[in-house]
């Protein structure tokens, strides 16, 4: 159907979609709209020119359906949610039609296949995730999904109803594989990645006094609040991280150097070596003054028994 705005909006809203007001329509608007089902998916095929539109927010009665937009011709950018996404010709997103929703586009022809929420198995936060967020369509599941919707809305009257209900579970099958695949490369990725520079610089500045969660987010240019946020699903928070690296040096330290316990605590940032000897024994149980006397008794004993002692007489047998 090629219609003028008004039949052409009447003719969406009789689609599911929701109300749009196109902010570029004018008298000369036209567009073309053709509709078909497929078992219980919607197969919704759009041509319209130059558009800029907003949704307004919908009853959640009426979001029964979610909505898979596949471009096939021009660009457009959509707002949703917390998703902003810039699509071109295959690509595809997931729209929710109770949300607010902005976009603007090119000359563009699109199909978008209104899917039952029930028929995707997809958990509400993992939705949330993936509102208005770019499925690539050139290659893998996404490229998949773009190929059926666009064959799917030319030919999905030619079904009988039991090829479409199998056709529709093959199509919800793959829009639910491509959504998954977008949900792993939306894993937090970047949040691991500057974890671990953090625990980079962490390490090379142990010795440090003034090593601490301010000095550390301000080298990341992050701030201290996004710092604790990195380290909140990790066994130790930024501060105890620290401490216990520190630790863990002074511990090899004692054991292999010799020096005094006050010495090395001091190496490692501890300028209180009372604090620091209540803090050793309290994570492994025994006194740092004990370790560096055991070890300098065991380095005393080894020089003192020499190369003839402790069997040297029998390694000569």
């Given at each position: 159907?090629?219609g003028?705005?008004?039949?052409?909006?009447?003719?969406?809203?009789?689609?599911?979609?929701?109300?749009?007001?196109?902010?570029?329509?004018g008298a000369?608007?036209r567009?073309r709209?053709?509709?078909?089902?497929?078992?219980?998916?919607?197969?919704?095929s759009?041509?319209?020119?130059?558009?800029?539109?907003?949704?307004?927010?919908?009853?959640?009665t009426?979001?029964?359906?979610?909505?898979?937009?596949?471009?096939?011709?021009g660009?457009?950018?959509?707002?949703?949610?917390r998703?902003?996404?810039?699509?071109?010709p295959?690509?595809?997103?997931?729209?929710?039609?109770?949300?607010?929703?902005?976009?603007?586009?090119t000359?563009?022809?699109?199909?978008?296949?209104?899917v039952?929420?029930?028929?995707?198995?997809?958990?509400?936060?993992?939705i949330?995730?993936?509102?208005?967020?770019?499925?690539d369509?050139?290659h893998?599941?996404?490229?998949?999904?773009?190929?059926l919707?666009r064959e799917?809305?030319?030919?999905?009257?030619?079904f009988?109803?039991?090829?479409?209900?199998?056709?529709?579970?093959?199509?919800?099958?793959?829009i639910?594989?491509?959504?998954e695949?977008?949900?792993?490369?939306?894993?937090?990725?970047?949040d691991?990645?500057?974890?671990?520079?953090?625990?980079?610089?962490?390490?090379?500045?142990?010795?440090d006094?003034d090593?601490s969660?301010?000095?550390?987010a301000?080298?990341?240019?992050?701030?201290?609040?996004?710092l604790?946020k990195?380290?909140e699903?990790?066994?130790?928070?930024?501060?105890?991280?620290?401490?216990?690296?520190?630790?863990?040096?002074?511990?090899?330290?004692?054991?292999?150097?010799?020096?005094?316990?006050?010495?090395?605590?001091?190496?490692?940032?501890?300028s209180?070596?009372?604090?620091?000897?209540?803090l050793?024994?309290?994570?492994?149980?025994?006194?740092?003054?004990?370790?560096?006397?055991?070890?300098?008794a065991?380095?005393?004993?080894?020089?003192?028994?020499?190369?003839?002692?402790?069997?040297?007489d029998?390694?000569?047998?």
């Open positions: 159907m090629i003028n705005l008004e039949s052409f909006q009447d003719e969406l809203a009789a689609s599911g979609f929701p109300p749009l007001v196109n902010k570029l329509a000369s608007f567009g709209i053709a509709t078909r089902d497929l078992g219980p998916l919607r197969l919704v759009l041509d319209t020119p130059e558009s800029a539109c907003i949704g307004r927010e919908r009853d959640a009426d979001g029964e359906n979610l909505a898979v937009k596949v471009m096939t011709r660009r457009t950018r959509i707002e949703q949610g998703g902003d996404a810039e699509l071109g295959t690509d595809l997103v997931l729209l929710d039609p109770t949300r607010t929703l902005r976009f603007a586009s000359a563009a022809a699109h199909v978008t296949i209104l039952p929420r029930r028929e995707l198995r997809i958990r509400p936060a993992q949330d995730r993936l509102i208005s967020v770019r499925i369509g050139s893998g599941p996404g490229a998949l999904v773009s190929v919707a799917s809305a030319r030919s999905a009257t030619e009988r109803e039991a090829e479409a209900l199998r056709s529709a579970a093959a199509v919800v099958e793959l639910a594989v491509a959504l695949a977008r949900l792993g490369d939306e894993q937090p990725a970047p691991e990645w500057l974890r671990n520079r953090v625990v980079g610089y962490i390490e090379t500045r142990l010795a006094p090593l969660p301010p000095g550390i301000a080298a990341h240019n992050i701030s201290v609040r996004r604790h990195l380290f699903d990790q066994p130790l928070t930024v501060a105890a991280l620290i401490r216990r690296r520190r630790l863990e040096r002074c511990r090899a330290e004692l054991i292999g150097s010799g020096r005094t316990v006050t010495a090395v605590a001091a190496r490692w940032g501890f209180d070596p009372t604090h620091f000897s209540k050793f024994k309290a994570t492994y149980g025994y006194n740092a003054r004990a370790l560096a006397t055991s070890n300098r065991q380095t005393t004993k080894t020089r003192t028994a020499g190369p003839d002692k402790d069997g040297g029998q390694g000569r047998q």
